[in-house]
């Protein structure tokens, strides 16, 4: 005697409460997501802050010294070049005001990765399952 096999899965649940259930479950998914993207954040901009504050500080230092080394130079060509200290002043200010803007162009361009990334990635796979799953 053959025995016919229900290729469907039981659940003993209905219809509604698979249908609240996944609700349940999407909304603590959601929740997972937002705090994965609210630590990560914070992860970065704690690195963030720290990058800053370091690079201030260090700016501060260096602008004392360029101030020191830039009076030095300016000395230093008015008496080898038999100029006046205002020409040399000029050459030393034109040259740093290049350089300078040169650094601060390469150094904007550099700040440009702080996307969460991960949490991007995860939301983006979440919702592609939570649409795989509703159809």
Same mark, same amino acid.
């Given at each position: 005697?053959?025995q016919s096999i229900d290729?469907? /899965?039981?659940?003993?649940?209905?219809? /509604?409460?698979? +249908?609240s259930?996944?609700?349940?479950?999407l909304?603590? +998914?959601f929740? *997972?997501e937002g705090q994965? @993207?609210?630590?990560?954040?914070?992860?970065?901009?704690t *690195?963030?802050g720290?990058? &800053?504050? =370091?690079?201030?500080?260090?700016? @501060? #230092?260096l602008?004392?010294?360029l101030? %020191?080394l830039a009076?030095?130079l %300016?000395?230093? &060509?008015?008496q #080898?070049?038999?100029?006046g200290?205002g020409?040399?002043?000029? @050459? %030393?200010?034109?040259i740093l005001?290049?350089?300078g803007?040169?650094?601060?162009?390469q150094?904007?361009?550099?700040?440009?990765?702080?996307? /969460?990334e991960?949490?991007?990635?995860q939301? =983006?796979?979440d919702?592609?399952?939570? *649409?795989d799953?509703v159809?």
């Amino acid at each position: 005697m053959s025995q016919s096999i229900d290729p469907r /899965p039981t659940d003993p649940r209905s219809v /509604p409460q698979l +249908l609240s259930d996944l609700a349940k479950e999407l909304t603590t +998914l959601f929740k *997972k997501e937002g705090q994965l @993207i609210r630590a990560e954040l914070s992860e970065k901009a704690t *690195k963030l802050g720290v990058g &800053i504050g =370091s690079a201030a500080a260090g700016a @501060i #230092i260096l602008l004392v010294a360029l101030n %020191v080394l830039a009076a030095a130079l %300016v000395a230093a &060509i008015a008496q #080898i070049g038999d100029m006046g200290v205002g020409w040399a002043s000029l @050459i %030393v200010g034109v040259i740093l005001a290049v350089v300078g803007a040169l650094l601060v162009k390469q150094g904007t361009s550099q700040m440009t990765d702080l996307t /969460p990334e991960r949490s991007v990635n995860q939301v =983006s796979q979440d919702a592609n399952l939570v *649409k795989d799953q509703v159809r």
